[in-house]
């Protein structure tokens, strides 16, 4: 019976030993099963997310991966140039919301590169593209962080988002960012990402890229940076708003002392230099408590501007807008005509407002004046001005554009330099000065200044004192059309208004004309009768140094050759004993006209050497008489022409073939006698420095002896 029982227990045992077993090894089993299980739903989720992702970036970002740098137009800063006893200098920087100068990789200093490594993406050499130790904590502080901030951005990255301006704060563009670095690295090298790198990003004071953040804060080129210098750039990269020295200068010290640390932790400089660099003071260009100054450009580099702005329009077809965009983002290099010496003679006498005429009765407003001078032979204006005193303003009222009338410094363009060009007068034709003449084409007729009138006298008089009778009836005989075509072919914008007798004959110009179209007509007596078109600049380059713009001598061939010597005869004496005394030289042979406006509210000389033609306006913005004891035009020129003609060797004008004298002009007794042969009078000997004008019955009563006034008769 125990034995039975023994045995019975022995089964019961085994039986549940048995059934022990295979319940852990069910339990195995099971565990197995669904691990294997749940390890195949990832795998599949994996695939098929694979899959997907893949799908979406061949459908959503392939487009968008392949960032070519060339691809993008950067807005780089223009400049102007000038040459200097044959070195091109810089003139100014041109730039609208964006300062950026471009720079190439050789000319940025190591020191430079480097702080960017230490401090921004110190395994930049080595990952490609991305760095993924720092990506991975970036998605980390992410998603377990819930931050919108990824961080982790390698240099290329940075690069990537500077040139495309795509910074969505999302998991799309981040990615899409990443694939972008990672293709980016395949086709450009390290050395080409950093020099796109520094020249693209923002360090503050609307400084884009390291060139114009050195000379914005240092007033050097990146060239020149010390160690100190490029840590303390660079450190401005983080957050231009704290970091900027011109923000706190304290702030950006730290910062820079932190990246030299890193410098020299990660082995880029030794521990001398990174003693020396924290040591270093630096200066910058302007203290942060200074109120930053808007860079004022000059009257010539306005009118610089304009004329390229002008031409892009007319030559490339586009609108002005596109023009203006094009010249001010574009990267251009443009040069100038400038002379910078004759330039200063310029800005010396009109900034300082001591240096100008003085009125006897001083007026509310501000005395005036705008000049323009030409070299005759290649047109190239090389200094003005268009405003007297400071310049406070960019694009104001640029005086060299505005328009008033010339008065009689138009009379050698409009009348009498066509009349000798079609040979109806010779310098001593005769004409009858008399106050009731009758002109074939009109019941008007001028008076002189003062009343007086001389009686019988020849062309050469009526200019040199500036008859407005003799000009109204050389005007008569040559025809209001043959005048009006010779001034439209020098370049003159007329009115339909202005084909009469008193704005061609008086130039009484119905909306007037500018001291540059002034300035360039008189290039036709002193260049053989060739008149050459002004122009501010040379030529146009784009950023790669290609031509954009060729802005060659234009000429057009005015008068002839004898027509622009006699003219010059006849101007040098005008100088030397007529209206334009004032402007006489001694040292140098100078011709020019004067010209005053009715009731004395402008006041105009146009004269030339043999090297220079320059036209000066004088009077008030808004138009009154003005007041001075001698023609204040004539006064300015000379203080400007006489100092730049100082060292220049003497030449003489050309001499002219004087045709034998007419007698065709006024109501002349014995009109019918031909004139005997009489040889032209001698010319008057070379006077002293200090001349007296002739006495003339047009010299005005008064204070203001100027005797070129013309009034014309109502």
């Not at 901030?149 to 981040?174: A, E, H, M, P, Y």
């Not at 804060?217 to 490029?230: M, R, T």
């Not at 022409?641 to 007419?662: K, Q, R, S």
Request: net charge negative.
């Amino acid at each position: 019976m125990n034995l039975f029982k023994s045995k019975k227990s022995k089964r019961a045992a085994k039986t549940a030993a048995s059934a022990m077993a295979f319940t852990v090894g069910g339990l195995a089993r099971t565990i197995l099963k669904v691990f294997l299980t749940v390890l195949l739903i990832f795998l599949t989720t994996g695939m098929i997310f694979t899959c997907i992702f893949a799908v979406y970036v061949k459908t959503c970002l392939s487009s968008d991966l392949n960032v070519s740098m060339e691809d993008y137009q950067l807005d780089l800063s223009t400049t102007l140039y000038y040459e200097d006893e044959g070195e091109t200098k810089e003139l100014t920087t041109l730039y609208s919301t964006v300062n950026r100068i471009w720079v190439d990789y050789d000319e940025i200093p190591k020191y430079l590169e480097h702080a960017a490594v230490a401090i921004e993406d110190q395994r930049f050499y080595d990952h490609k593209g991305v760095d993924w130790y720092r990506t991975i904590g970036a998605f980390g502080n992410m998603f377990l962080g819930m931050r919108s901030d990824f961080g982790g951005s390698t240099i290329t990255q940075q690069l990537i988002k500077n040139i495309t301006q795509d910074d969505d704060i999302t998991v799309q563009r981040k990615l899409l960012e990443i694939f972008r670095a990672l293709d980016l690295e395949k086709r450009y090298s390290k050395e080409e990402i950093m020099l796109w790198y520094l020249n693209v990003i923002y360090l503050g004071s609307g400084c884009y890229g390291v060139e114009a953040a050195a000379e914005t804060y240092f007033g050097k080129h990146v060239s020149e940076l010390s160690l100190a210098e490029c840590a303390s750039l660079i450190g401005i990269t983080n957050n231009p708003s704290r970091y900027s020295p011109y923000a706190d200068v304290e702030a950006n010290k730290e910062r820079q002392e932190i990246i030299l640390w890193e410098m020299y932790d990660q082995g880029y400089i030794t521990r001398e230099e990174y003693e020396q660099a924290v040591a270093e003071e630096l200066t910058f260009v302007r203290s942060t408590t200074e109120e930053y100054t808007q860079q004022i450009y000059s009257y010539y580099v306005e009118t610089v501007i304009n004329d390229v702005l002008t031409d892009l329009v007319e030559q490339r077809g586009i609108s002005l807008q596109a023009a203006r965009q094009l010249l001010y983002s574009g990267g251009y290099q443009v040069y100038t005509c400038l002379d910078m010496d004759i330039q200063n003679q310029v800005d010396s006498v009109y900034e300082n407002m001591e240096n100008l005429p003085q009125s006897w009765a001083p007026s509310d407003q501000q005395f005036q004046s705008a000049i323009v001078v030409m070299d005759p032979y290649t047109g190239e204006i090389v200094a003005l001005s268009g405003g007297t005193g400071e310049k406070t303003a960019n694009f104001e009222l640029n005086r060299v554009d505005s328009k008033r009338p010339p008065g009689s410094s138009f009379k050698p363009l409009a009348v009498y330099g066509p009349a000798f060009d079609v040979g109806i007068v010779t310098q001593y034709t005769q004409v009858n000065d008399a106050p009731d003449i009758k002109l074939s084409g009109t019941t008007w007729y001028p008076r002189n200044s003062g009343g007086g009138n001389r009686g019988i006298t020849t062309i050469r008089q009526g200019i040199i004192s500036s008859l407005n009778t003799v000009a109204a009836q050389t005007l008569d005989k040559l025809s209001l059309q043959t005048s009006w075509d010779y001034l439209t072919k020098m370049g003159f914008e007329l009115v339909e208004s202005d084909l009469n007798y008193a704005p061609l004959a008086l130039g009484q110009l119905s909306e007037g004309t500018t001291v540059r179209n002034m300035a360039q007509a008189y290039t036709a007596f002193a260049n053989k009768g060739v008149m050459t078109y002004g122009r501010t600049y040379t030529r146009v380059l784009d950023a790669q140094g290609n031509v954009v713009l060729e802005n060659e001598p234009e000429t057009v061939t005015v008068f002839k050759e004898n027509t622009a010597a006699n003219m010059t005869d006849i101007l040098e004496d005008a100088v030397t004993y007529g209206t334009g005394s004032a402007a006489y030289l001694g040292f140098m042979p100078v011709a020019g006209k004067t010209g005053t406006t009715s009731a004395d509210c402008d006041r105009y000389f146009v004269g030339y050497t043999p090297y220079y033609v320059a036209a000066v306006w004088t009077g008030y913005d808004m138009p009154e008489p003005m007041r001075f004891s001698s023609n204040p035009a004539a006064q300015i020129w000379k203080s400007i022409m006489g100092p730049i003609h100082e060292d220049l060797e003497y030449v003489a004008f050309p001499t002219p073939v004087i045709g034998a004298p007419t007698t065709i002009f006024g109501d002349l007794e014995e009109e019918e006698e031909e004139p005997e042969e009489t040889t032209p009078p001698e010319e008057t000997p070379t006077p002293e420095p200090t001349p007296t004008p002739e006495p003339s019955p047009e010299v005005s009563a008064g204070p203001t002896t100027d005797s070129d006034i013309d009034v014309p008769e109502e």
